[in-house]
């Protein structure tokens, strides 16, 4: 079982809502991260967080904006998303440290935009 | 550029029979390989990970081996299960990373009964 809760599992938005996804993890990790996956890709890296400090941007662009609340949680607000960001954006942790770190994923919220 | 490759979109196998999923490598700073399992409709689940000072790690029916000169690795499920039908990527991360793990594009694997 993954000890990383994602929430909410489904949303559709239109291009105007403004809306968030929220992760929580229990695992004393002070590395978080953003991925988002397309159907048949592999998950593609947006944001990493370490001791809630935003450390990676991965050119997103700024219709999405991360947050990292505390040690256990983390935000992602979606702002005037376009169709093509439909996807599935995965919440992740780990411990901090370069490399050797294993990243746990949650299971994700499917987002679509209409 | 693709730096991490499975060659094999999919890859059918009887039950009870090995599985074997392939990845290749291009850049020689990676040094820490996972493989994930994914299903449909959910986050990849973390299976099995392997240094790159080790050639082989084990975790019961699942063995990944790494064969650094030829930026080579693979896991071996043992017996394989109807259960283990999913799609597998393989990622690698580099020292000096954090969180930036490159992914295969995956193979799915189907276990037929």
């Known amino acids: 079982d993954t000890e990383v809760t994602q929430t909410p599992k489904h949303l559709v938005m239109g291009m105007t809502n403004k809306k968030s996804l929220k992760c929580e993890q229990h695992?004393?990790?002070?590395?978080m991260y953003w991925y988002k996956q397309k159907a048949k890709k592999p998950p593609e890296l947006m944001f990493v967080y370490s001791y809630e400090k935003l450390s990676i941007n991965e050119s997103v662009p700024s219709r999405f904006s991360p947050e990292c609340p505390n040690s256990s949680l983390l935000n992602l607000h979606l702002h005037a998303l376009q169709p093509e960001d439909s996807a599935l954006y995965l919440c992740?942790?780990?411990?901090?440290?370069?490399?050797?770190?294993?990243?746990?994923f949650g299971e994700g919220s499917w987002l679509t935009v209409v | 550029d693709q730096q991490v490759k499975q060659n094999s979109p999919s890859l059918s196998v009887q039950e009870g029979r090995i599985s074997i999923l392939n990845c290749d490598y291009t850049n020689s700073m990676f040094d820490y390989f996972l493989w994930y399992k994914k299903y449909p409709a959910e986050g990849p689940t973390f299976l099995i990970s392997i240094s790159s000072i080790k050639d082989k790690n084990e975790d019961g029916r699942f063995t990944v081996f790494l064969n650094k000169s030829a930026k080579h690795l693979s896991l071996h499920i043992v017996p394989s299960q109807p259960g283990d039908s999913a799609v597998y990527f393989c990622a690698a991360s580099d020292w000096g990373s954090q969180g930036n793990l490159i992914f295969g594009k995956g193979t799915k694997l189907s276990v037929k009964p």
């Open positions: 695992m004393g990790h002070r590395a």
């Open positions: 992740a942790s780990s411990q901090v440290g370069y490399s050797g770190n294993t990243i746990y």
